[in-house]
């Protein structure tokens, strides 16, 4: 990155006094329980901070006196204590992506206070997308203007600034989240979403005390949830590209016979019939093993951070975005017994569609990119190693609930009366 900045994540892995073959006595048993001690006494984050987890799973554990698990140098994911998870900088940071929502003229105030606030006052080095300052709104304030002229601009899907932003702002709804993400197809900085669009969901900060909560993220006080993503791989076994003359050439008149694209997803993959009147009909494959065929209006493959989203209003359950796993949600399915499933993170799921299928199928990458799905082509699915480092108001587990509460309204009801003695004798 510009300036040699980098992001380290602090946090503790599950583990218990098996971890390491010989027995902790002694001299090494006190260095390991004060360490463990000074662990936890520094993260004053949570005024009610729980207990670490001593037995939870672990790439080292071991299981009676001989059995352990057997070691896989190619394991990318580490299960992590979420309460331990906090974002430290290795240098300061020094440059800055502001994402606005384009076309809402709310947000242009806090687009202009926050820009200033962090050219001005902090010194950052502020990437604005181009279009974003070609509004109008923006491009003829003078005043403002003499601010823009500091800044970086880029455009989408032309210009690389993978290893040029220490961290991202957002300003708007869920939506700027997912679009920060499609932006990034390998690692991503840490992102900080200011709540100013319609639900809100992954956006838990508010903008009114900006300056301060900014000041604290750069000087590397935060929680942060490591919100997992899917790396989907899309084979095209017919299309077709224009030559350099313009004239159109078949994947029959190449070398290769296959087109392949590959997507970050952070919500989710959704398969659907399209346009046609007919049930959607794809195999869905596990690790290569045929698991079933989907007959319906169509699948969701989700992630944790995705499954408060489309595949929660297709009937699927909540799952905290800490947790490893993906979720499998059919679509109007014409079977009564076919129900959402969890299925471990790190499994290869492979859709495809049915060699009787009378249509074709369509897919959707977070809501985007919408492309046709025809016989012999193929989407590939599993977890990725790059997930989104998203910065949390509090802490993950309270930042969820009360996302679930307050844009959700989950488990909202009336109170039931209170039951007094004179009341139990009629």
């Not at 670490?52 to 071991?62: A, D, E, F, I, R």
């Not at 699927?316 to 109007?332: D, G, L, Q, Y």
């Not at 993170?345 to 060699?355: H, N, R, Y």
Request: proline share 6%; aromatic share 8%.
């Amino acid at each position: 990155m510009d300036g040699g900045s980098e992001v380290r994540l602090e946090a503790s892995t599950f583990c218990c006094s098996t971890c390491e073959a010989a027995p902790i006595t002694g001299r090494r048993s006190a260095q390991r329980m004060k360490a463990r001690s000074l662990s936890t006494s520094s993260a004053t984050y949570s005024e009610h901070r729980r207990t670490q987890s001593l037995h939870g799973p672990s790439p080292v554990t071991t299981f009676g006196p001989k059995a352990c698990m057997l070691q896989n140098p190619h394991a990318v994911m580490h299960i992590q204590d979420p309460a331990s998870q906090r974002l430290t900088w290795n240098k300061p940071p020094k440059s800055v992506l502001v994402i606005k929502k384009i076309r809402d003229a709310s947000l242009l105030q806090p687009f202009k206070e926050l820009c200033t606030f962090l050219t001005e006052v902090k010194n950052l080095m502020v990437y604005v997308e181009k279009k974003v300052l070609d509004d109008p709104a923006i491009s003829g304030d003078e005043v403002f203007a003499a601010i823009t002229k500091k800044f970086c601009t880029f455009r989408e899907d032309l210009d690389d600034i993978s290893n040029r932003v220490d961290f991202i702002i957002c300003l708007g709804g869920d939506g700027t989240l997912l679009y920060a993400s499609s932006l990034f197809q390998e690692s991503v900085p840490p992102v900080m979403a200011f709540h100013l669009g319609s639900l809100g969901f992954l956006t838990p900060f508010k903008f009114d005390t900006y300056q301060s909560q900014v000041t604290q993220i750069i000087e590397g006080n935060a929680a942060i949830v490591l919100r997992s993503r899917l790396q989907v791989r899309v084979l095209k076994d017919n299309w077709e590209k224009k030559d350099e003359k313009g004239i159109i050439l078949t994947n029959k008149d190449l070398e290769t016979s296959h087109k392949a694209m590959q997507h970050q997803v952070l919500n989710e993959v959704v398969v659907d019939r399209g346009p046609s009147s007919y049930l959607s009909n794809v195999d869905l494959f596990l690790d290569g093993h045929l698991i079933t065929t989907v007959q319906g209006d169509g699948l969701i493959v989700s992630t944790p951070t995705g499954s408060t989203a489309y595949a929660v209003a297709a009937g699927a359950s909540m799952i905290h975005p800490n947790v490893p796993a993906i979720m499998i949600t059919p679509i109007c399915p014409h079977s009564l017994s076919f129900r959402p499933i969890v299925v471990p993170a790190g499994v290869e799921l492979q859709i495809k569609l049915s060699p009787d299928a009378r249509n074709t199928a369509w897919v959707s990458f977070d809501g985007r990119k919408r492309q046709e799905i025809c016989h012999g082509d193929s989407i590939t699915i599993t977890t990725s190693c790059f997930p989104v480092p998203s910065i949390c108001f509090r802490d993950p587990v309270n930042d969820w609930f009360e996302s679930l509460a307050t844009c959700l309204h989950w488990n909202v009801r009336k109170k039931q009366n209170y039951l007094s003695s004179e009341d139990e004798e009629f």
